[in-house]
T-cell receptor, first 112, second 112 residues
Framework: SQQGEEDPQALSIQEGENATMNCSYKTSINNLQWYRQNSGRGLVHLILIRSNEREKHSGRLRVTLDTSKKSSSLLITASRAADTASYFCATEGGTSYGKLTFGQGTILTVHP | DAGVTQSPTHLIKTRGQQVTLRCSPKSGHDTVSWYQQALGQGPQFIFQYYEEEERQRGNFPDRFSGHQYPNYSSELNVNALLLGDSALYLC???????????FGPGTRLTVL
């Protein structure tokens, strides 16, 4: 079963706009990670945020984590057509090192 | 430096058959995890191997089994295939108890 929900399920924007995706989860976590997947192939790790962190940046990516609400958001600024992909959040909790529990993903389409 | 490799890329089997999927981890990694991703869903954790032993297992039946070799490569075996086993099977490698996982391109299994 999936850990939680991702919202929206699909997002369509123009190049240059910002894209925000949200993720909610159900159980306590050690960290939350975001991955990108192009055309149903392998996943690419984007960013990891630990449970004691509230915000993290990496290039055009900004991730926030609110453990009291069990939610996270991924912001992609100044999006590009190459950002078109599916984005997944994944949680790692307790002593389950390496056991990632994924959400259902958000399909992002960036129009040139 | 080669990343995670998986073989074969695609596979077509019929119900009741058995299948073996293979994974070579990223150089320097000692831990391999397997995930099943049904169409339109997020990946689901099958199991994790470290030091040639299964360390964690997700909610999958015993028809799913695995193996890890001394060179850290791994196999996923599925017996008595069902139509519902049709999915993308992803292998991920990491260092033991390290958060970031590197995913391979996946094997697309179709069961007819």
């Amino acid at each position: 079963s999936q850990q939680g929900e991702e919202d929206p399920q699909a997002l369509s924007i123009q190049e240059g706009e910002n894209a925000t995706m949200n993720c909610s989860y159900k159980t306590s976590i050690n960290n939350l990670q975001w991955y990108r997947q192009n055309s149903g192939r392998g996943l690419v790790h984007l960013i990891l945020i630990r449970s004691n962190e509230r915000e993290k940046h990496s290039g055009r990516l900004r991730v926030t984590l609110d453990t009291s609400k069990k939610s996270s958001s991924l912001l992609i600024t100044a999006s590009r057509a190459a950002d078109t992909a599916s984005y997944f959040c994944a949680t790692e909790g307790g002593t389950s090192y390496g056991k990632l529990t994924f959400g259902q993903g958000t399909i992002l389409t960036v129009h040139p | 430096d080669a990343g995670v490799t998986q073989s074969p890329t695609h596979l077509i089997k019929t119900r009741g058959q058995q299948v073996t999927l293979r994974c070579s981890p990223k150089s320097g990694h000692d831990t391999v995890s397997w995930y099943q991703q049904a169409l339109g869903q997020g990946p689901q954790f099958i199991f994790q191997y470290y030091e040639e032993e299964e360390r964690q297992r997700g909610n999958f039946p015993d028809r799913f089994s695995g193996h890890q070799y001394p060179n850290y490569s791994s196999e996923l075996n599925v017996n008595a295939l069902l139509l519902g086993d049709s999915a993308l099977y992803l292998c991920a490698s990491s260092l033991w108890r390290w958060n970031e996982q590197f995913f391979g391109p996946g094997t697309r299994l179709t069961v007819l």
